[in-house]
């Protein structure tokens, strides 16, 4: 199990506090973060295979937790 788990940090879904981080299964290089300003919206997806992991409200980002978890 990785130590320093890969982290997806975003708005939360239902608005009870601003921002919230979601452990994602992989390392960061395996995201991308496309953003859609005509649409106001960002889309996370996984590289390998085109799964979107996240779509919704910005900003986003995805990166190593610098502590354990």
Do not use: F, Q
């Not at 395996?30 to 590289?47: F, R, T």
């Amino acid at each position: 199990m990785n130590e320093h788990p890969t982290l997806l940090w975003h708005p939360t879904p239902d608005g009870a506090s601003p921002y919230c981080e979601t452990r994602l299964p992989l390392e960061p290089h395996d995201y991308h973060v496309i953003e859609v300003p005509s649409l106001e919206i960002v889309i996370v997806i996984l590289i390998a295979n085109g799964e979107v992991v996240y779509k919704g409200a910005g900003p986003v980002k995805v990166y190593r937790s610098p502590t354990r978890l």
